[in-house]
């Protein structure tokens, strides 16, 4: 019997609740790259108790436009990139394909660079052999390993995340202080303090999440063969909206905790200790070291790599969906190399570019700062397009978002709008 056609039960729609997390929780576990990380410690170390309110304003927002970009890929079956070529511009697609590649490869860069230096806290050895065995191997999983098989592996690197919880509760925290600071901080209008809450927003929302977590959508569809884009089984529709609100609310609720405890784990050892000049990740973990013994800097550092490898990947395969979906190629971590070279190819270009970069004689903080800006303009109107797509008929069917969606969705895109002018100014 055509499943088209036939109100069947899927096997994803039979699975428990904590099977039915993956692309939400993969997005947002990723969000705590090793560039995330040296963000908020930032933050934490410069000002302290009063920058952690920012993680609760961003939740709600982060949670509206990543479901927006989900329930895309889910109901329409395709990713971002192929939505926006079928029915906008040429040159806006690939103006955002563009800048999406260039900030992708800095942060790629970045990140496995912040892995590398991580190890050679531990380890030892030459930083450079960590970057290049970091990119190779993930470059390898990607290719080698089918989706089904890869996506349990990145599931179990978001446990990672929590080296940063437990590493709060390796130090003395006074607990009501910390709630009290939360919810009533000492908010200053300062051009260093502005700074670093655009810099923690542009972090937390970010466009390759976009791209990456519509296209794993697609990617859930294709592995069930059961299963059908919404616009065409809509009977499919209420399992598979209430999944995508439950990883999403987790996904990113896992996001902005890890964050959370990331800033304060930085706001009470190194801001308490006037230690504040905090560039990178592994500055970070080192200079955590004295301050809060070598169980903390363990944590910390071993936090830094699992994190990497999570998101890696992420970076380098929203990436080539984005590019695959420019010039139609074909598209799935499912299929095998020979059948989607050039999407492959992508994966393995953008992986080791960020390595080769990682060799280059670029300043790291003023790398991140560029990655920072294009990720902050492009993020603009790709959300804006989001937004449009997801209220459309032609694309969403009877699946266009509801009110709620749209006031989450649109005030995200206004709070960026807002961050990339401050930043701009800045």
């Not at 993680?55 to 329930?71: D, N």
């Not at 964050?259 to 560039?279: P, R």
């Not at 020979?338 to 300043?363: C, H, K, N």
């Not at 266009?400 to 989450?408: A, G, P, Q, S, Y």
């Amino acid at each position: 019997m055509d499943n088209t056609l036939s109100p069947t039960r899927t096997p994803a729609m039979r699975e428990s609740w904590l099977r039915k997390l993956g692309p939400g929780l993969i997005t947002g576990a990723a969000d705590d790259d090793p560039s995330g990380i040296a963000t908020y410690s930032q933050g934490g170390a410069r000002f302290g108790l009063d920058m952690l309110w920012t993680v609760l304003f961003t939740y709600p927002l982060m949670v509206g436009i990543q479901t927006v970009s989900a329930r895309i890929g889910r109901v329409s079956g395709h990713g971002l990139a192929t939505n926006i070529r079928r029915h906008y511009p040429a040159w806006l697609l690939y103006m955002i394909v563009g800048l999406l590649l260039i900030a992708n490869s800095i942060n790629i860069a970045a990140d496995i660079s912040a892995m590398a230096d991580a190890v050679h806290l531990i380890a030892d050895g030459p930083a450079p052999v960590y970057a290049l065995a970091f990119g190779t191997l993930s470059a390898l999983l990607q290719v080698f390993i089918p989706y089904r098989r890869y996506v349990r592996v990145l599931k179990w690197l978001t446990l990672a995340l929590f080296a940063y919880v437990a590493t709060a509760f390796a130090v003395h925290i006074d607990w009501k202080h910390v709630m009290l600071r939360t919810v009533a901080p000492h908010i200053s209008f300062s051009a260093a303090y502005l700074t670093t809450v655009v810099a923690i927003l542009g972090t937390t929302i970010s466009p390759y999440l976009f791209f990456w977590q519509a296209s794993q959508e697609v990617e859930e569809q294709l592995a069930d063969p059961e299963a059908r884009p919404l616009n065409k089984a809509p009977w499919q529709a209420p399992a598979h909206l209430k999944r995508i609100k439950l990883d999403t609310l987790v996904g990113m609720g896992i996001s902005n905790l890890v964050a959370f405890f990331i800033i304060l784990t930085a706001a009470v050892t190194l801001g308490q200790h006037g230690d504040s000049n905090i560039e990178t990740s592994a500055q970070a973990a080192a200079a955590l070291r004295p301050i809060a013994g070598d169980f903390a800097f363990y944590l910390f550092t071993a936090g830094i790599v699992g994190t990497g490898l999570l998101s890696i990947p992420v970076l380098a395969g929203s990436s080539a969906y984005a590019v695959a979906g420019t010039f139609r190629w074909k598209n799935s971590l499912e299929r095998p190399l020979l059948e989607a070279r050039q999407f492959y190819a992508i994966i393995v270009v953008s992986t080791m570019l960020g390595v080769a970069l990682g060799f280059a004689p670029i300043d790291p903080i003023k790398a991140l700062l560029w990655s920072a800006v294009i990720n902050g303009v492009i993020s603009v109107p790709i959300m804006a397009v989001m937004m449009l797509m997801a209220a459309r008929k032609d694309i969403m069917g009877s699946f266009v978002i509801t009110t709620r969606l749209k006031v989450l969705g649109w005030s995200a895109t206004g709070l960026m709008t807002a961050a990339v002018a401050a930043m701009l100014l800045s």
